[in-house]
């Protein structure tokens, strides 16, 4: 038992997996992709297979940009706030679970 957990979230915590638990909340594995990690767990080839990759690209990715650790490879979009993307650029965002 932890004791810094009440007794009934105590008792769920312990008798139930991770997943369960989120399942419970209402998280779908879509739902966690876009709304949580935005696709960003998938490979390029992924993204290009779930129809994903024109959302990214209209932000000005590709999939060298995406697959680089160097933020100097990164398109221009990743430093704008909401109000500096274009329409086009708040679209895709959105389509990728970000909001403003």
């Given at each position: 038992t932890n004791e810094y957990l009440a007794p009934?979230?105590?008792?769920?915590?312990t008798s139930q997996t991770p997943n369960s638990i989120l399942t419970d909340m209402g998280f779908t594995e879509g739902a966690w992709d876009c709304w949580i990690n935005h696709y960003g767990g998938y490979y390029?080839?992924?993204?290009?297979?779930?129809?994903?990759?024109?959302?990214?690209?209209?932000?000005?990715?590709?999939?060298?940009?995406?697959?680089?650790?160097?933020?100097?490879?990164?398109?221009?979009?990743?430093?704008?706030?909401w109000?500096?993307?274009?329409?086009?650029e708040q679209q895709a965002a959105a389509n990728l679970c970000y909001i403003e």
């Open positions: 009934d979230l105590a008792d769920i915590m390029w080839s992924g993204l290009v297979t779930y129809g994903i990759a024109p959302f990214y690209e209209a932000l000005g990715w590709d999939e060298a940009a995406y697959n680089s650790a160097d933020a100097s490879d990164y398109p221009e979009s990743v430093g704008k706030s109000t500096e993307l274009t329409s086009e």
